[in-house]
């Protein structure tokens, strides 16, 4: 840690934001990244990422390379690695400017889709005497993250929602079979009555399900609803198709729900 001079009053903010987008272009801070998504097909093979500085003031850059994994809540998980590689790592781009990085892959296609992130972080510029003197730095530290997917040897396609009720929580389980990715748009969840009609439509947003990955949700009914569903249908939208499955609601299903 530095020990920063009493005569300074130094306010210093570091905020680290990771922007994964659908389409179009990947926008942190005062910079851009284009494309927001990298295909390799082969080892060997290369792509490039255009980096593009949109402020005022020279700015420099870093790009890391993680295995992309995930947990069945979604949540990240980074690994560093050599199986792709990114040239430059370290670069500096004037205002207005661009710059391309290349990105090739070092192994060539597996049984399943491999699935990483490289992500571009805004580093701080070396401070000057003047800087260093000023009376308040802010320092803002942006990032963004870019899937790169690697095809598999073979593509098959294969999903399977699963769905159950227990005290009133309606539980589901998005099974990605297939060996390559899918990115979920949109779960829908329908509870209907004895007489066909509906109690509770809920959607929930979702992300991508990896080759070979599991995702779980979870809804909380509400009481009535639980009380009067007699049957639940359960959709999952992906890139691949859509996922349905229904089921019938338990008789403890509510049990334990006020």
Known sequence: MHTLPSRMSTSICLCALAVVLSGGDAVAGNFQVQP?????????ATTELTVSNRGHLAARFEAKIFVWKQDEQGVMQL?????????????TIEPGAKRSVRVAATSGPAAAERSYRIFVE??????TTA????????????????????APSRSELRGVVEGGVSAGVVRVKLHNQSTVHVKVTGLRIVAKDSDGSV???QQQSSWYVLAGGIRRHELTMPALACQRA?????????SQGTWKTSIAMPNDGCSGTK
Not at 122 to 127: G, K, Q, V, Y
Not at 131 to 150: E, L, N, Q, W, Y
């Open 122 to 127: 805004e580093l701080p510029m070396p401070r």
């Open 79 to 91: 690994e560093p690695t050599k199986e792709i590689v990114v040239y430059p790592t370290l670069f």
């Open 199 to 201: 109690v509770l439509d």
């Open 230 to 238: 007699s049957r639940l249908f359960i959709e999952a939208v992906t």
């Open 36 to 44: 927001t998504r990298l295909d390799l097909a082969r080892r060997g």
């Open 131 to 150: 800087s260093r003197d000023a009376v308040t730095a802010v320092a803002v530290r942006t990032r963004i993250g870019v899937p790169i997917f690697v």
